[in-house]
């Protein structure tokens, strides 16, 4: 009687949790296909290559994290494999006998082995999962009971299928796979079942093959309103997000006169690749951890914001869904709300998130899309913005210089501009800080001499020059920031330059990232990466290397924005200097405080990042903290002087320390 209903009952839950499954997804599939912008499929075989290597190998989750990573890979892997099985026995369910082994016992009986495997290792990520929760319960991971849920989930799961095994093997003690149960047949034996009655071993192979069931299909219901969305989606959030050149920002185009919006005020205006971000978070925390701006009080959080991102879209889903009343939906910046504009101004565009986030999120759009909405449609920003916007406009710089004394600084130099020397082989951006800022100028001088030394054939724009666009665009000041980076185009394009030298990591990554996008591509070179060469050739000789033990702070716009750690450390090798690492580098360098804007910006809320990356830098006790960005000296020089330390330590630019070594300095 039992076997003749069985297949009813099976195909019956089986047609409740799917149906269930089937119409939750499709309600987030349909919300996604109604959001803005379409889906990029380009560059096909390196899209195949990450998705083997951060979905399949797992690489991501292991990055930076190996013991939570290596048990996640063992939940993942295992459940790959079980997967088969979790299907076999729904099919055998119905068409009782139909297993596998119908159609090959071979193949069948390795799969049993493989899988009584992938079991135990998914249970050891379980248990490791249980400890991390329960006794390390680490501050960023949200420790909620949906996770704890989905551990029990796992481990019923996994116990199931022993249980199932360790009964069919007395249930059917001649069949040609039980040989192959290289963990279930001691587990039966250890419980006494190998000479368990037919009825026991019947009873008991049904109980769990119903625990099983119920498991797998309660999986399936749970899915699609849980966090553990991200089963679904983190995989082709990886395979589709954007490629390189590395993270440009999205470009406006003003030239659309059909353009109402700009940036992003609500979630009807999330275009569907980062619909599919919030989908994907698994809400691991580890972007959290990284942030800068969480680690020092601020109301910013980047898991918070996708979190929270997710959690106001999902509101309006229906109404989105159904094409309803669009305008009624509110914007998800609230003064008083989740995300308010403290939120959306403390970013520091750092990257720290992005690099550490293992399902390839991008936090810093939605935030970067916001201040464009903030400030080009509500004109609702810090105060302090107001005056930058207007030295932009007005001098082409963030300080208020008049434009015509950008190249004062070399007039004892000799250095050539392009105006008067237009086949020069590498163009010198000298950009603002270089030109104007006391300090910064100093290290332009540095690189100035530096060159002159290896004889390389070079000039500078002059008053030709514009700030490359980052601080406004950072602000959100999108037509500002084109309007500057359309002139220094124009500029670039009459000159054609070979090589553009950039001593600073914002001009770097702008000129290399994202000037293409505006009809500018040049090779464009850190004067790390540069002067490392000439070092290399030997065209600077170093004849007074010092053996000072030093430490290094990786600014995030040459290192997480464009992959750059070795050529700042190794010229401070060829200077002779022994390097004394802080714990937060290359990848997970803490940022100095200024990037995204920032730096025009009060820091009244919670500690001063610049201040948090200046005690981790001088806990080391040495004499001189280098740097490699303009921003993050004056940061760095900041956080000395609020700690009275001005006089103990000093920070020095790469290339003042190798003009040191030449003797020459
Ligand atoms: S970019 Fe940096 S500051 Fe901004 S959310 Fe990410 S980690 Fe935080
Ligand atoms: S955004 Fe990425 S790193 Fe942050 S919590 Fe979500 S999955 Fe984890």
Same mark, same amino acid.
């Given at each position: 009687?039992?076997?003749?209903?069985?297949?009813?009952?099976?195909?019956?839950?089986?047609?409740?949790?799917?149906?269930?499954? /089937?119409?939750?997804?499709?309600?987030?599939?349909?919300?996604?296909?109604?959001?803005?912008?379409?889906?990029?499929?380009?560059?096909?075989?390196?899209?195949?290559?990450? #998705?083997?290597?951060?979905?399949?190998?797992?690489?991501?989750?292991?990055?930076?994290?190996?013991?939570?990573?290596?048990?996640?890979?063992?939940?993942?892997?295992?459940?790959?494999?079980?997967?088969?099985?979790?299907?076999?026995?729904?099919?055998?369910?119905?068409?009782?006998?139909?297993?596998?082994?119908?159609?090959?016992?071979?193949?069948?009986?390795?799969?049993?082995?493989?899988?009584?495997?992938?079991?135990?290792?998914?249970?050891?990520?379980?248990?490791?999962?249980?400890?991390? *929760?329960?006794?390390?319960?680490?501050?960023?991971?949200?420790?909620?009971?949906?996770?704890?849920?989905?551990?029990?989930?796992?481990?019923?799961?996994?116990?199931?299928?022993?249980?199932?095994?360790?009964?069919?093997?007395?249930?059917?003690?001649? !069949?040609?796979?039980?040989?192959?149960?290289?963990?279930?047949?001691?587990?039966?034996?250890?419980?006494?079942?190998?000479?368990?009655?037919?009825?026991?071993?019947?009873?008991?192979?049904?109980?769990?093959?119903?625990?099983?069931?119920?498991?797998?299909?309660?999986?399936?219901?749970?899915?699609?309103?849980?966090?553990?969305?991200?089963?679904?989606?983190?995989?082709?959030?990886?395979?589709?997000?954007?490629?390189?050149?590395?993270? !440009?920002?999205?470009?406006?185009?003003?030239?659309?006169?059909?353009?109402?919006?700009?940036? $992003?005020?609500?979630?009807?205006?999330?275009?569907?690749?980062?619909?599919?971000?919030? =989908?994907?978070?698994?809400?691991?925390?580890?972007?959290?951890?990284?942030?800068?701006?969480?680690?020092?009080?601020?109301?910013?959080?980047?898991?918070?914001?996708?979190?929270?991102?997710?959690?106001?879209?999902?509101?309006?889903?229906?109404?989105?869904?159904?094409?309803?009343?669009?305008?009624?939906?509110?914007?998800?910046?609230?003064?008083?709300? @989740?995300?308010?504009?403290?939120? $959306?101004?403390?970013?520091?565009?750092? *990257?720290?998130?992005?690099?550490?986030?293992?399902?390839? $999120? @991008?936090?810093?759009?939605?935030?970067?899309?916001?201040?464009?909405?903030?400030?080009?449609?509500?004109?609702?920003?810090?105060?302090?913005?107001?005056?930058?916007?207007?030295?932009?406009?007005?001098?082409?710089?963030?300080?208020?210089?008049?434009?015509?004394? &950008?190249?004062?600084?070399?007039?004892?130099?000799?250095?050539?501009?392009?105006?008067?020397?237009?086949?020069?082989?590498?163009?010198?951006?000298?950009?603002?800080?270089?030109?104007?800022?006391? &300090?910064?100028?100093?290290?332009?001088?540095?690189?100035?001499?530096?060159?002159?030394?290896?004889?390389?054939?070079?000039?500078?724009?002059?008053?030709? @020059?514009?700030?490359?666009?980052?601080?406004? *665009?950072?602000?959100?000041?999108?037509?500002?920031?084109?309007?500057?980076?359309?002139?220094?185009?124009?500029?670039?394009?009459?000159?054609?330059?070979?090589? $553009?030298?950039?001593?600073?990591?914002?001009? /770097?990554?702008?000129?290399?990232?994202?000037?293409?996008?505006?009809?500018?591509?040049?090779?464009?070179?850190?004067?790390?990466?540069?002067?490392?060469?000439?070092?290399?050739?030997?065209?600077?000789?170093?004849?007074?290397?010092?053996?000072?033990?030093?430490? =290094?702070?990786?600014?995030?716009?040459?290192?997480?924005?464009?992959?750059?750690?070795?050529?700042? &450390?190794?010229?401070?090798?060829?200077?002779?200097?022994?390097?004394?690492?802080? @714990?937060? *580098?290359?990848?997970?360098?803490?940022?100095?405080?200024?990037?995204?804007?920032?730096?025009?910006?009060?820091?009244?809320?919670?500690?001063?990042?610049?201040?948090? &990356?200046?005690?981790?830098?001088?806990?080391?006790?040495?004499?001189?903290?280098?740097?490699?960005?303009? #921003?993050?000296?004056?940061?760095?020089?900041?956080?000395?002087?609020?700690?009275?330390?001005?006089?103990?330590?000093?920070?020095?630019?790469?290339?003042?320390?190798?003009?040191?070594?030449?003797?020459?300095?």
């Amino acid at each position: 009687m039992y076997l003749t209903i069985k297949p009813f009952l099976v195909l019956l839950c089986m047609a409740g949790a799917f149906s269930y499954f /089937f119409y939750k997804t499709k309600a987030l599939i349909d919300l996604m296909r109604a959001a803005p912008g379409g889906v990029i499929i380009d560059r096909i075989p390196e899209r195949t290559f990450m #998705f083997l290597r951060e979905v399949i190998w797992q690489s991501s989750v292991r990055r930076n994290k190996p013991i939570v990573g290596i048990a996640h890979t063992l939940i993942f892997w295992g459940f790959l494999v079980i997967t088969v099985g979790t299907l076999e026995m729904m099919v055998e369910g119905i068409f009782h006998g139909l297993t596998i082994s119908s159609l090959s016992p071979t193949v069948h009986g390795w799969y049993v082995f493989i899988s009584d495997f992938a079991a135990i290792g998914v249970l050891g990520g379980v248990a490791f999962g249980f400890y991390r *929760r329960l006794v390390i319960k680490p501050d960023y991971l949200t420790n909620g009971l949906d996770a704890k849920l989905i551990l029990v989930f796992t481990a019923t799961l996994m116990i199931s299928l022993y249980g199932y095994n360790m009964f069919r093997i007395p249930l059917e003690p001649d !069949a040609f796979i039980n040989s192959y149960f290289i963990l279930s047949t001691p587990l039966a034996a250890m419980f006494g079942l190998n000479g368990a009655s037919s009825s026991l071993a019947f009873a008991g192979t049904e109980f769990f093959y119903w625990v099983h069931l119920s498991m797998v299909l309660g999986f399936l219901v749970y899915i699609p309103n849980s966090k553990h969305l991200h089963v679904l989606s983190a995989a082709p959030n990886i395979f589709f997000k954007r490629l390189g050149p590395e993270k !440009a920002f999205e470009k406006t185009d003003f030239e659309d006169e059909s353009l109402e919006q700009y940036g $992003i005020a609500n979630s009807t205006q999330l275009p569907w690749g980062m619909v599919l971000d919030l =989908y994907a978070c698994t809400e691991c925390g580890r972007c959290e951890e990284q942030c800068p701006a969480a680690m020092t009080g601020k109301p910013l959080s980047p898991k918070k914001i996708i979190h929270d991102l997710k959690v106001d879209l999902l509101s309006h889903s229906k109404t989105i869904r159904e094409k309803g009343d669009l305008g009624a939906i509110p914007g998800f910046v609230q003064n008083e709300g @989740e995300i308010s504009p403290d939120v $959306i101004w403390s970013c520091t565009t750092c *990257r720290a998130c992005e690099v550490s986030c293992p399902v390839g $999120i @991008e936090q810093i759009s939605p935030i970067i899309e916001s201040r464009r909405n903030l400030v080009q449609m509500e004109a609702a920003f810090p105060a302090e913005l107001q005056t930058v916007f207007k030295n932009l406009e007005n001098n082409f710089t963030p300080w208020a210089f008049p434009a015509d004394s &950008r190249a004062d600084w070399c007039q004892e130099l000799g250095v050539k501009q392009m105006s008067e020397h237009r086949g020069a082989e590498v163009l010198y951006y000298v950009g603002c800080a270089g030109s104007f800022d006391d &300090r910064a100028k100093k290290v332009a001088t540095a690189i100035v001499k530096l060159l002159k030394m290896a004889s390389i054939d070079f000039a500078i724009l002059g008053k030709e @020059e514009k700030c490359n666009g980052d601080p406004a *665009r950072r602000a959100g000041n999108e037509y500002l920031a084109q309007m500057l980076i359309q002139e220094n185009v124009e500029t670039l394009n009459k000159y054609q330059p070979k090589t $553009i030298l950039a001593a600073c990591p914002h001009c /770097f990554n702008t000129l290399r990232n994202e000037y293409p996008a505006f009809g500018a591509q040049y090779h464009v070179v850190h004067h790390s990466q540069f002067l490392r060469e000439l070092v290399d050739s030997g065209q600077i000789p170093l004849n007074n290397k010092s053996d000072e033990r030093i430490t =290094y702070h990786d600014s995030c716009y040459l290192g997480r924005w464009n992959g750059e750690y070795d050529a700042p &450390r190794a010229l401070l090798k060829s200077a002779g200097v022994k390097l004394d690492e802080v @714990e937060r *580098r290359r990848t997970k360098g803490l940022c100095c405080g200024a990037g995204g804007a920032r730096m025009f910006m009060e820091e009244t809320i919670g500690k001063r990042v610049n201040i948090e &990356r200046t005690e981790e830098l001088t806990a080391k006790k040495t004499k001189t903290v280098a740097a490699n960005c303009p #921003f993050c000296t004056t940061m760095i020089t900041d956080g000395l002087k609020d700690a009275n330390q001005q006089d103990d330590v000093v920070v020095k630019d790469i290339a003042e320390i190798l003009l040191e070594a030449t003797g020459k300095g």
